[in-house]
């Protein structure tokens, strides 16, 4: 961390704001030039608040160097995160495919997806139980219902579940699940990652509409300081300024988090692009550039979908798109 | 609502879309063209799902003509709706200042500001007591006890208190809080939405940091839909761009959302710009293009604010912008 | 500035770092952490390529804490410029206010606008000769007619004009032009700056719909580089996700502006929004927040312009805006 | 196109409107609502100026259905268009390969680089000549001397070369270049756009930073209007507010580029990501969505390179990626 010291600045001032720094167990490196005064400070500056620092008076900026989340960090933590659910590994070279339709609608739609897509390769079965919904007017979902009608479909196929959380009051529910998603709208939500920090049960962040990576790893963050490790991040697209596709799916996150950071990293281009024929070039492009697995929307029906059936495959759609995936991750192993 | 049909739609596809359409209580135009058959919806389209009309598989796209919001709409209320919280009115040609400080910090600060933006003209008091922060690492608000400091502040000063909550489950504190806020990363927490639309008592609400005008005027209508019609806009800075300014207050929000809707705008120009430099400006900008009031930062000794400190005005600062924003507010209306 | 060093980096290796950049002028300044050194770059870094450096072995970022723009910086002109067309001045406390037609169409109808403008205020006439439209199959302007009919409104009435320049051969056709205008989408076609900093004329650069304040001012060096010192800024709307205004006027880059740089900044609230009945409360916003002038589009029949038509004010809706700007800037000074 | 007429028009102005829509060609379906009057017109809508048309004071709206462009659109020209340099084809399954240096330094530079990617498997070599920088002070390129050395390398090599034009008026220096370059700044430069549509040579037209595919298009339709209709649309990542990699690349770009239009589309990684450890990946998901083409930088000696050193792989790389890609391009394909 840098900060700038403004023009003016007594030594009687400065030599203050060194000894808080300190106090905060940091050292201090002073360069001073004719108009500017840099103070470099090394240590642990991840407690450290910027905004605070900023508004002394005597400060002119402050400049991060070092990123802020210290337990998502791949600095800290060299070797990939793995995250187990029952027999599925997720990260280290462990590639997990998460399927099934947006919305669970009936106990023979939700079993039926899942025998499918469990035969064309899937490794978990998704649905929407609880939906988040721009307009009150739209369907939310089966909520409660909805994660019984999933317990079930796990029980018939012994799939791990996966489904979104909407609130921290409704975890009791969620006590069978085996992947707690926190949607796009909520990866600021910062009360529900604390009561999630709290459990032991793997989560499925997916980074927000508008939010940077260094957001997403915060966020992650906030996850892990309460003791959960288990967490797998998720790009989903971000929005952008085109309007021919729903969301841009950013490939470079996939990357670009793996280096910053230990977690596994899965992509969603179903949400992503809201187009059913830009899901496959999608999902190879992501296998191409080495994401950790795939979320895809698979609708055994979708032209009857309740929500979102325009991006949904179809279960034969989908195992070709899982023959050309596993093509590409050879290829790119080779 | 239009919606344009695929090129080889039989005529039977057709006449069973728009029976399904009629269904709905809707009244289906159909106009023919060589290359595109465009079907034109009048009714209440409010409550149609355009994702699912979109999904089907005869038709190529949707486009909305009217808003889905209905309680929200002021072609629905063309008057516009007064908040009343004691003896202060916000909103149909009633100006309210919320001010005060970012974090509540202790009974003299609270008190003190309290006092000294009382008599600066100042009718609402506001404090943070539950804090949404990026890290984890970083202070979180007195939260609890935080509010207990304002509900002492409001004894002493007779102010209605604005304060911000962060999850349903902390509403209990909130039971004599005056207005709830909800920040901008909440503005699309919908079952926090929901929560608020069961009680009776104004809720100010944030635009999100990406969030566009509709999706704002929708997370009103969650809270409306379910009751609780006291409901206040704020406009508080969007994420652009720039990166001199923290986000990019859009004043052009103020007019084009009092055209959109009958509900009060309130300016927040502390947290849009996070410079106390630029509140000045910013908050005779919004005065003049027609705000029902602001929201503003003020501390008493802006150097040691626990939090957002650079963006707080001292209370003689916050007189004198007062004066000006009264000025403004006078030069507008002759 | 200040170089972040890598891990493993030799005495030697940093040695040699240090007496690259004193060749350049600059004093280097070594703050050695055991995790990370930083050197502090003190002197005339704006000629460094921060880009260079960043690729250099050794570094690992590269971070910038003055501005690399000194012509149009305020640290080193602390005046304000004020920029002069005949006997109008703009900036340092002069108010100016351009007003005309999206597209010059007709020698009455510039003419007609030209003294209804006038009457009310104005003081220079604008007018679109040249006009970049999105499509090929849009009117594209009069093009050198249009200049010609400019020139004689600019005759009859005595003000100085302001048209936009697309191209640098087009030069010629500007000799009498008295600013030339710099459209968004060219505030990054260099070539066509380099070319505008050779002339002696002043310039009005209007922001890029997605550019930051400093690009905006890198774009204004560019032009002050070849030593052409009369630049107007101008904010008119930058891109955002909102769609019911067309762009976002971002109001706050004009304090912003005016501090960072000491060139007069000027607001165009017509193409801002799109719409012609968003124009006064935007007009009086920035005149709220210090703008030192404001661009106008009137039209004597808004209903058939041939371009942006619904942006454009009646000339009897000019002078009632006008009324209310003066009545602002009155409120704001005294 | 779809008019949304105002209510309270009567039947003699929407029997105007009509007639003056008819006399452009088109037909006119009128869909009568109790709340509005939508008016659907067939026919060619790419000529109807959609802002003059929402200027009317009768209509309340206009929303386009069909696309504006036509040359460039895949409706109208089913089969792809393969873009011929030489024996090089690029589009309708023939993968393009352009690398080379940012900049030309030397004679020994670009044809060092030249052999050694020609050897890996490029087909097209691309340098910088005319080189735009945000900053005056930064190196411009050595201009008309690097196309010379380019021609140079070419007539070694036998390789078509590549390189980016800035202004029209230098087009003669650009006589022998096989493939000219039109930048990100530049694509909305419409005069220099125009020049390209009289002459008879491949335009590479890379997208905007903030611009939409719809903008891309229009901008390929103002070259292909003039009758040059060797296209090649390229995309080199976007602005978001994500930091760590200089520009996000949108892979989605690529499919849906191609579903709209029938030009060849090439994917620029290099620029995009800012950073050459992440051009593999990126490429690999290029062509695993199925681009036609990559255009990569390569230096022989990165950490010297005068500028963007920093996103350029070594010609070891480069070939590495090179084997990488031809993998992917067979996975996808079997």
Redesign the interface.
């Known amino acids: 961390m ?1 900060a ?1 010291i403004k023009q003016g600045t007594t030594e009687k001032q400065l030599g203050e704001l060194v000894a808080w720094l300190e106090d905060m167990g940091l ?1 201090a ?1 002073i ?6 005064t ?1 103070v ?1 400070l ?2 642990d500056t ?2 450290v ?1 910027a ?2 620092l ?4 005597i400060v002119d ?1 402050v ?1 991060r ?2 990123e ?1 989340f210290k337990s998502a960090n791949r600095k800290f933590h060299p070797d990939d995160t793995v995250v187990r659910v029952g027999s599925v590994a997720i990260g280290g070279g462990n590639f997990a495919v998460i399927a099934g339709p947006c919305s669970v609608e009936s106990p023979e739609q939700i079993s039926g997806i899942a025998e499918a897509v469990k035969a064309a390769g899937a490794t978990l079965l998704r649905g929407g139980a609880f939906k ?8 939310q979902g089966l909520r409660a219902q909805g994660i019984e009608l999933l317990l079930h479909a796990k029980e018939k196929t012994g799939m791990p579940i996966v489904t979104e959380i ?4 409704h975890l009791p529910l969620f006590e069978n699940v085996d992947v707690i998603q926190v949607g796009a ?2 990866m ?5 990652l ?1 009561e999630l920090g709290m459990i032991r049960k793997p989560i499925l962040l997916k980074r927000g ?7 997403l790893l ?1 966020s992650a ?2 996850i892990m ?1 309460g003791g959960n490790e288990q967490v797998i991040l998720c790009e989903r697209g ?8 729903r969301n ?9 988090l793996k ?2 950071s230990h977690l596994p990293v899965v992509v969603d281009p179903s949400h ?2 809201g187009m059913s ?2 899901v496959r ?2 999902a ?7 994401a950790d697995g795939l979320m895809i929307e698979v609708h055994n029906n ?2 009857q ?6 991006q949904s495959l179809t279960p034969a759609e989908f195992a070709d798109v899982m023959k ?1 995936v596993t ?2 991750r ?3 192993r ?1």
Chains 1, 2, 3, 4 share one sequence.
Not at 31 to 36: I, T
Not at 188 to 192: H, M, R
Not at 284 to 290: F, H, K, N
């Open positions: 840098v700038v050292t490196h360069c001073k030039g004719q108009q500017q840099i470099g090394i240590g991840s407690r608040d905004e605070l900023e508004s002394l008076s900026s400049k160097i070092s802020k988040p919904r721009t307009s009150p007017y739209d369907f909407m609130d921290a009051s709208r909520n600021q939500n910062f009360e529900l604390k509409l508008a939010n940077t990576l260094s957001e915060m963050e906030y300081a971000i929005r952008t300024f085109e309007t021919y596709t841009t799916l950013d490939i470079s996150a996939v990357p670009m280096e910053l992503a692009t024929r830009l070039p999608m190879l492009a992501a296998a191409a550039a080495g979708p032209q979908a309740l929500c979102d059936g325009a050309s093509k590409v050879e290829a790119i080779s």
